[in-house]
């Protein structure tokens, strides 16, 4: 790994721009369980698209605390590195409830419309305002905002542990990580954190290693285990999850036009993919049975997010994505 060279890492806008196209095509190939057959090359192909979200976790765990790396984060400055990710991430994600719910509506309106009369549940929506649902089994108005619920959790927990994952004295960050990881063997609940330890673990000893706090032998060993923890827990899939983003950030370096754009829109397609993509594919449903060419519009649905992510980033994301930059630690001092 290239250690000791510390700036933007490029070949991650790639990787993350993938692994949102990934869950956009695997809800669009498996979201509505009749729109395709089971024999389908689509349906087959798309089937591992959900490692996207296991690919997301590991860049987490490495792109988070090597930003607080950079920016010189301390423990006095958990406030402000909170502040600075809810400005980051909470706008698009509010704007993207309300996208859902102005287009719910606009949907009961239609005479093929067969669901449920539109109504909110207050409550329900409330508990989106800190990711609360998963803790009082209230529905999400988006299935992909558990994950935005895991992420969030992450974040307060880095926070808190980042000092000791760079300690001087090694044994508090091997310690740390020990206990981090390990508490996956205790948790398996879909909504906690920790029932996915182990993926966030091997994203901190890549950053570890990154920055050349790890040596080869270290990170060798302590990633082995980790991995060998990773496929017992869950399965070989997941193997393929940790090690992608070692890869991009070892061997890759892109700095192309069409990978960072993937990049920059990847948050914006992964809020928006479901309520416009996943309406163009209940539409194909309902009007279209022929397989090839509902096929066909499993790539208008994507091509379609795309689009959609792309205004949605330049109008939404965009302007508090640079708010958020101008929040330093530096400031705390």
Known sequence: MKTGKIGYLSSLDLLRGLAAVAVCYFHFTHGNPNFLSKENVLYISGRFGFLGVDVFFV????????AMYRGNYQIKNFGRFLTKR????EPPYLVSIVLILLLNWISTLSPYYRGVPFSINFEALALHLGYLNAFFDFPWVNDVYWTLAIEFQYYILIALIFPL???NEKKYSFGTLLIFGFSSLLFSG???IFNYAFLFVAGILMFQFYIGYLNKKQFGLFLLITLL???SKFDN???VAALLPYFFITYFEFHDRFSKFL???SYSLYLVHIPIGGRIINLCETFIQNEWIRSLFVFVALFTSVFAAWLFFTFIEK???????RITYKKAE
């Open 59 to 66: 860049i987490s765990g490495f792109v988070i605390p090597y």
């Open 86 to 89: 809810l400005v980051r991430i």
């Open 165 to 167: 994952l760079i300690h």
């Open 190 to 192: 879909h909504n906690y």
């Open 229 to 231: 923890l990773i496929y």
């Open 237 to 239: 899939r997941y193997l």
């Open 263 to 265: 990049g920059n829109i």
């Open 319 to 325: 302007p508090f994505m640079d708010l958020s930059k």
